[in-house]
């Protein structure tokens, strides 16, 4: 029964395939997710280790057993047997500090997560353009190709009546093939778009909606858009947390230059004498300066990370910057692509009306292919516009 509930549900759901639908199907179905929030629940236990005191260590022996007589204990009075215990005690606040580092890498997680929902939600939203805009491109070409499988009296017509057009029939031929070729392409984009979505989001997708929305990020102030990109892009809040990381791993180097102690107790028994009791201090002396060195190491390590998070912001920014040029450049084309369209359907109607009074047939085909050409072109700009506009959107780290 539950089964097929189960596979209900999935009907239903294919039935919808809305592009926000499949976003969120496919984060919570991803793998690389659920093995982030395993590896979360690693560092949180790491947390609680590093947050504990190493454990005492137990002894118990025996001293001075003879050879001769290795039972007898009553021979010397070294011979004893023992317990002892011994607890390493840290004089400084490395425990704490150890512990805040590894609640910190938890942080890390969060963020790689959030890096990963904006990758699978920028993919998903790519599949979604590339669909759509394939599926324009069968309109356009399925119309051009039905225009070119007009009656064949007609071409027939026009051959007769114009001689020395027979070079320019071969050459539609040879178009039409083409344009055939461009429709294959399409259907394929859009079967790749379908397997991009299961190999993403682990779903299988019967079909796509058209939901491709447009932000006009090119009309937007480019302070708010670099605003955004800083407050929000989960690429640079990790650099971010590296930073503290790296930060507090100095603070560890600097605790660690304060050594730990252990205390040693021990309580001996031996045959027919009276039982005794040990005590000892163990403290190291750090004479050859590897704390210290270590405390280097922290500080060049934390500079690494200055200098990574200011280079990674700048590339950020310059690549917004770059890519809000693409656009302003595309919108330019656009325009000059739909005054031409303008153009060529008045050019159209007007071929149209003069065939009734004698016009030639062929100009008229030649002006439907530069209409359908069109169309295309201006099909492939919007597309790019769109896939730009998802990519800064991803910058942004929306999802």
Same mark, same amino acid.
């Given at each position: 029964m #539950?089964t097929?509930y189960?596979?209900?549900f999935?009907?239903?759901?294919?039935?919808?395939?809305?592009? #926000?639908?499949?976003?969120?199907?496919s984060?919570k179905?991803?793998?690389?997710?659920?093995?982030?929030?395993?590896?979360?629940?690693?560092?949180?236990?790491?947390?609680?280790?590093e947050?504990?005191w190493?454990?005492?260590?137990?002894?118990?022996?025996? /001293?001075?057993?003879?050879?001769?007589?290795?039972?007898?204990?009553?021979?010397?009075?070294?011979?004893?047997?023992?317990?002892?215990?011994?607890?390493?005690?840290?004089?400084?606040?490395?425990?704490?500090?150890?512990?805040?580092?590894?609640?910190?890498?938890? /942080?890390i997680?969060?963020?790689?997560?959030?890096?990963?929902?904006?990758?699978?939600?920028?993919?998903?939203?790519?599949?979604?353009?590339?669909?759509?805009?394939?599926?324009?491109?069968?309109?356009?070409?399925? %119309?051009?190709?039905?225009?070119?499988?007009q009656?064949?009296?007609l071409?027939?017509?026009?051959?007769?009546?114009? $001689?020395?057009?027979?070079?320019?029939?071969?050459?539609?031929?040879?178009?039409?093939?083409?344009?055939?070729m461009?429709?294959?392409?399409?259907?394929?984009? =859009?079967?790749?778009?379908?397997?991009?979505?299961?190999?993403?989001?682990?779903?299988?997708?019967?079909?796509?909606?058209?939901?491709?929305?447009?932000?006009?990020?090119?009309?937007?102030?480019?302070?708010?858009?670099?605003?955004?990109?800083?407050?929000?892009?989960?690429?640079?809040?990790m650099?971010?947390?590296l930073?503290?990381?790296?930060?507090?791993?100095?603070?560890?180097?600097?605790a660690?230059?304060?050594?730990?102690?252990?205390?040693?107790?021990?309580?001996?028994?031996?045959a027919?004498?009276? %039982?005794?009791?040990s005590?000892?201090?163990?403290?190291?002396?750090?004479?050859?300066?590897?704390?210290?060195?270590?405390?280097?190491?922290?500080?060049?390590?934390?500079?690494?990370?200055?200098?990574?998070?200011?280079?990674?912001?700048?590339?950020?920014?310059?690549?917004?910057?770059?890519?809000?040029? #693409?656009?302003?450049?595309?919108?330019?084309?656009?325009?000059?692509?739909?005054?031409?369209?303008?153009? =060529?359907?008045?050019?159209?109607d007007?071929?149209?009306?003069?065939?009734?009074?004698?016009?030639?047939?062929?100009?008229?085909y030649?002006?439907?292919?530069? $209409?359908?050409?069109?169309?295309?072109?201006? /099909?492939?700009?919007?597309?790019?516009?769109?896939?730009?506009?998802?990519k800064?959107?991803?910058?942004?780290g929306?999802?």
């Open positions: #539950q097929i189960t596979l209900l999935l009907s239903l759901f294919l039935q919808a395939q809305s592009l #926000q639908d499949v976003i969120e199907y984060i179905n991803n793998y690389q997710l659920q093995i982030l929030q395993e590896e979360f629940e690693i560092i949180n236990q790491q947390a609680n280790i947050a504990t190493d454990d005492p260590i137990l002894k118990v022996g025996v /001293n001075d057993i003879q050879i001769n007589q290795p039972l007898n204990r009553n021979i010397e009075a070294m011979q004893n047997q023992f317990i002892a215990l011994s607890q390493t005690i840290p004089l400084s606040n490395r425990v704490e500090i150890s512990s805040k580092i590894e609640k910190k890498r938890q /942080n997680i969060i963020d790689k997560e959030n890096i990963l929902k904006v990758d699978i939600a920028f993919n998903i939203r790519k599949s979604f353009i590339e669909a759509k805009f394939a599926r324009e491109d069968l309109r356009i070409l399925d %119309d051009y190709i039905a225009f070119l499988k009656p064949m009296d071409i027939t017509h026009l051959a007769s009546v114009e $001689k020395n057009s027979i070079e320019q029939y071969i050459k539609t031929e040879l178009l039409q093939l083409d344009y055939k461009q429709r294959e392409s399409s259907i394929e984009k =859009i079967e790749i778009a379908k397997e991009q979505i299961e190999l993403i989001g682990n779903l299988k997708v019967d079909d796509f909606s058209d939901e491709v929305e447009l932000k006009d990020y090119h009309q937007q102030p480019l302070d708010d858009l670099l605003y955004k990109i800083e407050e929000q892009n989960p690429k640079l809040k650099i971010k947390d930073q503290e990381i790296a930060n507090i791993d100095i603070a560890l180097a600097k660690k230059e304060e050594a730990d102690i252990t205390l040693t107790g021990g309580y001996y028994q031996r027919n004498r009276d %039982d005794y009791f005590f000892s201090i163990s403290y190291p002396l750090f004479i050859n300066k590897k704390q210290y060195r270590e405390k280097i190491k922290a500080i060049k390590r934390a500079d690494i990370q200055d200098i990574s998070y200011i280079k990674s912001r700048v590339e950020l920014e310059q690549r917004l910057k770059i890519y809000l040029h #693409q656009l302003k450049a595309l919108y330019r084309e656009l325009d000059i692509l739909s005054q031409s369209k303008n153009s =060529i359907y008045k050019l159209i007007n071929a149209k009306a003069n065939m009734a009074l004698g016009g030639s047939l062929l100009h008229y030649e002006l439907y292919t530069k $209409k359908s050409y069109t169309e295309l072109s201006i /099909n492939e700009k919007e597309r790019l516009v769109a896939l730009i506009e998802n800064i959107t991803q910058l942004l929306d999802i």
